[in-house]
């Protein structure tokens, strides 16, 4: 959950909020010290860091600077929460490979599990329409890797017909007899969301950024969004 460790700039200016392990992670790196610390019962805890020289963060923002409340951002409890990427990983890690763009905390917000269930079933509907919009045979990508996988390992059969079934699909998408050469160029080939994202210029990425925002603002309708948070903000 959020833990809301301000971090300041070395003329105390205010940059924005991270986890306690990244700030332990900056002081011990000799990148800061601890400016403010809160004292709770017999301890004191970590509310600030201090950093010892400029580090290259973009200019403060609002919508970084301010405390996360820990609440689920669609009804408000704070009761079985989870972490919900609403770009999902199963793109932005492509995202970061193939356009060198970082992850940003703009994205990743607070669900209790019962609208996390009920609002991921909808995405996976959705990741199915992108892959139409965009001729990516996503099953039949995810059954041709699986069943060379399976050949290019040399695991024993459970019967001859599974083998015969295997190597025939293989033969089909091929259209020819393969080699084992083929089964590794199949096993390794990009996974449909990869090659989704690769299809993506990188002028479009805002876009399709803003279009998942959407998507999750229309299927949940949150009314506990942290501030500043918006369907066309910042992307990166």
Known sequence: MYENILVLSPEGEALHQCAKEKAEWYI?????????????????ELEAIRLTKHLSFTPANPFYIQERKNICVVCGTDKDLTRHHIIPQCYTKYFTKHFDITNSSH?????????????????????????????????????????????????PFKNHWEKDNLTRT????????????????????????????????????????QRWRQHFVNVV???????H????????
């Open 28 to 44: 011990k790196k000799g990148l800061a010290l601890p400016h403010l610390m809160m004292n709770k019962g017999a301890a004191q």
């Open 170 to 209: 293989i033969k089909e998408y091929l259209g020819r007899d393969y080699t084992y050469e083929d089964l590794k160029a199949i096993v390794n080939q990009p996974s449909p969301y990869e090659r989704l994202v690769m299809s993506i210029p990188k002028e479009q990425v805002p876009k399709f950024y």
């Open 107 to 155: 994205d990743i917000v607070l669900i209790c599990h019962k609208h996390h269930k009920f609002y991921e079933h909808r995405a996976m509907c959705f990741k199915n329409k992108i892959f139409k919009e965009n001729g990516i045979d996503y099953t039949k990508i995810g059954k041709i890797t699986k069943y060379a996988n399976t050949l290019y390992s040399g695991r």
């Open 229 to 236: 948070w918006t369907v066309e903000g910042k992307w990166v």
């Open 221 to 227: 309708q949150p009314r506990y969004m942290p501030d």
